[in-house]
Nanobody, 119 residues
Framework: VQLVESGGGLVQPGGSLRLSCAAS????????MTWYRQAPGKGREPVAT????????DYADSVKGRFTISRDNTENMVYLQMNSLKPEDSAVYYC?????????????WGQGTQVTVSS
């Protein structure tokens, strides 16, 4: 399994970024996908989750109305559109999936992409 994030960078408050996660090595369309983030000195927190078919999404309260998660099951890609960015959104953003071998869950993380919101 491989998850490769891209699209991070430095943006001013109020700006936008679109993160991408390229997935491979598993049956992508079978599993929900989640974006997490981790700010310096803080724990890793879930930001947004999308169901396997893309029909259901869930968001952390702190990003509702500003972030949109989406996926393309034909390209094995998941995206996070981030609008109206705030300094408190600064963090390393990770793509995550949990798949199963039989009944045994396995967790996979990407390497992360840095998002910095600053003027």
């Amino acid at each position: 399994v491989q998850l490769v994030e891209s699209g991070g960078g430095l943006v001013q408050p109020g700006g936008s970024l679109r993160l991408s996660c390229a997935a491979s090595g598993f049956s992508f369309s079978r599993y929900p996908m989640t974006w997490y983030r981790q700010a310096p000195g803080k724990g890793r927190e879930p930001v947004a989750t999308i169901s396997n078919a893309g029909t259901r999404t869930d968001y952390a309260d702190s990003v509702k109305g500003r972030f949109t998660i989406s996926r393309d099951n034909t390209e094995n890609m998941v995206y996070l559109q981030m609008n109206s960015l705030k300094p408190e959104d600064s963090a390393v953003y990770y793509c995550y999936v949990q798949d199963y071998i039989g009944a045994t869950p396995r967790d996979y993380w990407g390497q992360g992409t840095q998002v910095t919101v600053s003027s």
